[in-house]
Protein backbone atom coordinates (compact mmCIF):
# COMPACT_ATOMS: atom_id res chain seq x y z
CA UNK A 1 0.00 0.00 0.00
CA UNK A 2 1.27 3.33 -1.14
CA UNK A 3 1.87 5.89 1.89
CA UNK A 4 2.92 9.36 1.29
CA UNK A 5 6.22 11.18 2.56
CA UNK A 6 6.52 14.77 3.82
CA UNK A 7 7.67 15.46 0.07
CA UNK A 8 5.07 13.97 -1.04
CA UNK A 9 7.00 11.12 -2.96
CA UNK A 10 4.09 8.03 -3.00
CA UNK A 11 6.38 5.51 -1.60
CA UNK A 12 5.91 1.82 -2.83
CA UNK A 13 7.81 0.02 -0.31
CA UNK A 14 9.84 0.59 2.81
CA UNK A 15 12.37 -1.76 3.75
CA UNK A 16 13.60 -0.97 7.44
CA UNK A 17 17.58 -2.12 7.46
CA UNK A 18 17.93 0.15 10.45
CA UNK A 19 20.57 -2.07 12.50
CA UNK A 20 22.13 -3.66 9.37
CA UNK A 21 25.65 -3.20 8.78
CA UNK A 22 27.42 -2.52 5.84
CA UNK A 23 26.59 -3.33 2.86
CA UNK A 24 23.85 -5.14 4.37
CA UNK A 25 21.39 -1.65 3.46
CA UNK A 26 22.45 -1.74 0.35
CA UNK A 27 21.97 -5.51 -0.36
CA UNK A 28 18.46 -5.02 1.28
CA UNK A 29 17.57 -2.37 -1.36
CA UNK A 30 19.37 -4.27 -4.38
CA UNK A 31 16.77 -7.66 -3.55
CA UNK A 32 14.16 -5.20 -3.00
CA UNK A 33 14.58 -3.54 -6.28
CA UNK A 34 15.06 -6.62 -7.97
CA UNK A 35 11.28 -7.69 -6.65
CA UNK A 36 9.73 -4.27 -8.05
CA UNK A 37 8.33 -3.63 -10.98
CA UNK A 38 10.09 -0.45 -13.00
CA UNK A 39 8.69 3.07 -11.46
CA UNK A 40 8.39 1.66 -7.60
CA UNK A 41 9.72 4.01 -5.40
CA UNK A 42 11.41 2.15 -2.66
CA UNK A 43 12.66 3.67 1.39
CA UNK A 44 15.34 2.61 2.68
CA UNK A 45 16.03 3.36 6.35
CA UNK A 46 19.56 3.08 8.00
CA UNK A 47 21.66 3.53 10.20
CA UNK A 48 25.34 2.52 8.63
CA UNK A 49 27.40 5.67 8.16
CA UNK A 50 27.86 4.06 4.69
CA UNK A 51 24.94 4.16 3.16
CA UNK A 52 24.56 7.80 2.54
CA UNK A 53 27.06 7.58 0.09
CA UNK A 54 27.47 4.09 -0.86
CA UNK A 55 23.33 3.89 -1.69
CA UNK A 56 23.45 6.99 -4.00
CA UNK A 57 26.51 5.72 -5.84
CA UNK A 58 25.12 2.29 -6.74
CA UNK A 59 21.82 3.97 -7.60
CA UNK A 60 24.06 5.98 -10.38
CA UNK A 61 25.78 2.81 -12.14
CA UNK A 62 22.66 0.86 -11.68
CA UNK A 63 20.88 3.25 -13.83
CA UNK A 64 18.07 4.23 -11.31
CA UNK A 65 17.12 7.68 -9.53
CA UNK A 66 17.45 8.89 -5.62
CA UNK A 67 14.45 10.85 -5.42
CA UNK A 68 15.66 11.89 -1.76
CA UNK A 69 18.25 11.59 1.12
CA UNK A 70 17.13 13.00 4.54
CA UNK A 71 18.68 12.58 7.53
CA UNK A 72 16.21 11.58 10.16
CA UNK A 73 16.45 10.88 14.31
CA UNK A 74 19.49 8.41 13.90
CA UNK A 75 19.47 7.18 10.30
CA UNK A 76 19.14 8.09 6.74
CA UNK A 77 16.19 8.04 4.46
CA UNK A 78 16.77 7.18 1.14
CA UNK A 79 14.22 6.95 -1.15
CA UNK A 80 14.78 5.20 -4.86
CA UNK A 81 13.00 5.09 -7.95
CA UNK A 82 13.68 1.76 -9.62
CA UNK A 83 14.45 2.77 -13.64
CA UNK A 84 15.07 -0.15 -15.21
CA UNK B 1 33.60 -4.34 -13.61
CA UNK B 2 33.56 -7.81 -16.05
CA UNK B 3 36.54 -9.09 -14.65
CA UNK B 4 36.24 -11.06 -11.34
CA UNK B 5 37.23 -10.22 -7.61
CA UNK B 6 39.26 -13.24 -5.93
CA UNK B 7 39.80 -13.49 -2.88
CA UNK B 8 41.75 -16.17 -0.93
CA UNK B 9 41.21 -16.59 2.56
CA UNK B 10 44.29 -17.86 4.30
CA UNK B 11 43.31 -16.54 7.65
CA UNK B 12 40.48 -18.14 10.06
CA UNK B 13 39.97 -15.41 12.83
CA UNK B 14 36.65 -13.84 12.42
CA UNK B 15 38.06 -10.43 12.12
CA UNK B 16 39.86 -11.31 9.09
CA UNK B 17 36.64 -13.56 7.78
CA UNK B 18 34.15 -11.10 8.47
CA UNK B 19 36.19 -8.04 7.05
CA UNK B 20 36.41 -10.46 3.40
CA UNK B 21 32.78 -11.39 3.65
CA UNK B 22 31.94 -7.28 3.41
CA UNK B 23 34.28 -7.17 0.56
CA UNK B 24 32.90 -9.93 -1.24
CA UNK B 25 29.58 -8.45 -0.82
CA UNK B 26 30.14 -4.88 -1.64
CA UNK B 27 31.54 -6.85 -5.01
CA UNK B 28 28.40 -8.75 -5.96
CA UNK B 29 26.26 -6.28 -5.07
CA UNK B 30 28.00 -3.80 -8.07
CA UNK B 31 27.53 -7.04 -9.92
CA UNK B 32 31.06 -8.15 -10.13
CA UNK B 33 31.41 -12.02 -10.12
CA UNK B 34 33.20 -13.10 -6.95
CA UNK B 35 35.61 -15.81 -6.29
CA UNK B 36 36.84 -17.12 -3.35
CA UNK B 37 39.69 -19.50 -2.79
CA UNK B 38 39.82 -20.76 0.68
CA UNK B 39 43.64 -22.19 2.52
CA UNK B 40 44.49 -23.29 5.67
CA UNK B 41 42.99 -22.28 8.39
CA UNK B 42 40.25 -20.15 6.33
CA UNK B 43 39.11 -23.40 4.85
CA UNK B 44 38.97 -24.89 8.73
CA UNK B 45 36.78 -22.19 9.51
CA UNK B 46 34.47 -23.12 6.93
CA UNK B 47 34.09 -26.94 8.42
CA UNK B 48 30.24 -27.85 8.88
CA UNK B 49 30.93 -28.75 12.42
CA UNK B 50 33.06 -25.22 13.26
CA UNK B 51 31.17 -22.66 11.44
CA UNK B 52 28.73 -20.81 13.40
CA UNK B 53 31.71 -20.91 16.11
CA UNK B 54 33.93 -18.36 17.48
CA UNK B 55 36.97 -18.98 15.58
CA UNK B 56 38.71 -15.97 17.86
CA UNK B 57 40.39 -12.63 16.27
CA UNK B 58 43.93 -11.49 14.50
CA UNK B 59 46.73 -10.93 17.79
CA UNK B 60 46.75 -7.10 17.13
CA UNK B 61 43.02 -6.78 18.38
CA UNK B 62 43.77 -7.10 21.55
CA UNK B 63 41.36 -7.18 24.16
CA UNK B 64 40.06 -3.56 23.27
CA UNK B 65 39.76 -4.84 19.76
CA UNK B 66 38.03 -7.89 21.42
CA UNK B 67 35.45 -5.68 23.08
CA UNK B 68 35.00 -3.51 20.33
CA UNK B 69 33.74 -6.54 17.89
CA UNK B 70 31.59 -8.17 20.52
CA UNK B 71 29.73 -4.64 20.61
CA UNK B 72 29.24 -4.35 17.22
CA UNK B 73 27.92 -8.31 16.77
CA UNK B 74 25.48 -7.37 19.92
CA UNK B 75 24.49 -3.89 17.76
CA UNK B 76 23.26 -6.80 14.89
CA UNK B 77 26.31 -6.94 12.58
CA UNK B 78 25.69 -10.41 11.13
CA UNK B 79 28.11 -13.19 11.47
CA UNK B 80 30.00 -13.24 8.20
CA UNK B 81 28.95 -16.82 6.89
CA UNK B 82 25.73 -14.83 7.16
CA UNK B 83 27.12 -12.33 5.14
CA UNK B 84 28.61 -14.36 2.86
CA UNK B 85 24.89 -16.30 2.38
CA UNK B 86 23.27 -13.16 1.43
CA UNK B 87 26.24 -12.44 -1.06
CA UNK B 88 25.53 -15.38 -3.15
CA UNK B 89 21.91 -14.85 -3.25
CA UNK B 90 23.00 -11.34 -4.66
CA UNK B 91 25.02 -12.19 -7.16
CA UNK B 92 28.10 -14.60 -8.57
CA UNK B 93 30.23 -15.47 -5.92
CA UNK B 94 31.68 -19.27 -6.15
CA UNK B 95 33.71 -20.42 -2.67
CA UNK B 96 36.25 -23.53 -3.72
CA UNK B 97 38.31 -25.27 -1.14
CA UNK B 98 41.89 -25.63 -2.13
CA UNK B 99 42.74 -29.08 -2.85
CA UNK B 100 46.00 -29.10 -0.83
CA UNK B 101 44.25 -27.93 2.18
CA UNK B 102 41.94 -30.40 2.43
CA UNK B 103 44.63 -32.69 2.35
CA UNK B 104 46.16 -30.69 5.43
CA UNK B 105 43.26 -30.58 6.89
CA UNK B 106 42.04 -34.26 6.93
CA UNK B 107 38.98 -33.00 5.11
CA UNK B 108 36.29 -34.41 2.98
CA UNK B 109 33.30 -32.27 0.67
CA UNK B 110 31.46 -33.71 2.93
CA UNK B 111 32.91 -31.94 6.07
CA UNK B 112 32.41 -28.87 4.46
CA UNK B 113 29.17 -26.11 5.27
CA UNK B 114 27.01 -25.69 2.17
CA UNK B 115 28.54 -22.05 2.16
CA UNK B 116 31.39 -24.00 -0.08
CA UNK B 117 30.88 -25.10 -4.05
CA UNK B 118 33.73 -27.37 -4.91
CA UNK B 119 37.30 -28.14 -4.00
CA UNK B 120 39.90 -27.55 -6.59
CA UNK B 121 43.30 -26.86 -7.48
CA UNK B 122 45.30 -23.31 -7.59
CA UNK B 123 45.60 -23.34 -11.46
CA UNK B 124 41.68 -23.76 -11.80
CA UNK B 125 41.68 -20.99 -9.11
CA UNK B 126 43.94 -18.76 -11.81
CA UNK B 127 42.21 -19.60 -14.86
CA UNK B 128 39.05 -18.50 -13.13
CA UNK B 129 40.65 -15.43 -11.78
CA UNK B 130 41.04 -13.91 -15.57
CA UNK B 131 42.51 -10.93 -15.55
CA UNK B 132 40.80 -9.77 -11.80
CA UNK B 133 42.80 -8.55 -8.88
CA UNK B 134 43.72 -11.68 -6.39
CA UNK B 135 43.56 -10.43 -2.47
CA UNK B 136 44.88 -12.29 -0.17
CA UNK B 137 43.86 -12.06 3.01
Redesign the interface.
Known amino acids: MATMTDTTIAITRTVDAR??????P??EL??AIRESQVGAVIAVYSSDKGSKTDIPK?VE?AGHRLLSLEARDGYDEIVVEKRR | MDEPLNLVLFSGTDDKLQAAA?LA??AA??GKPVNIFLQYWALDAFRADKIGQDHGLAPEAGVAGRAAVDA?AR????PWAE?LR??K??GAVDIQACSVSMDLLKLDSIDLDPLVDGVEGVTAFYLNAGGGQVVFI
Not at chain 1, 19 to 24: E, H, Q
Not at chain 2, 75 to 78: D, F, K, R, T
Open positions: GSFCPGLMIRWK | VAGALLAGQATQADL
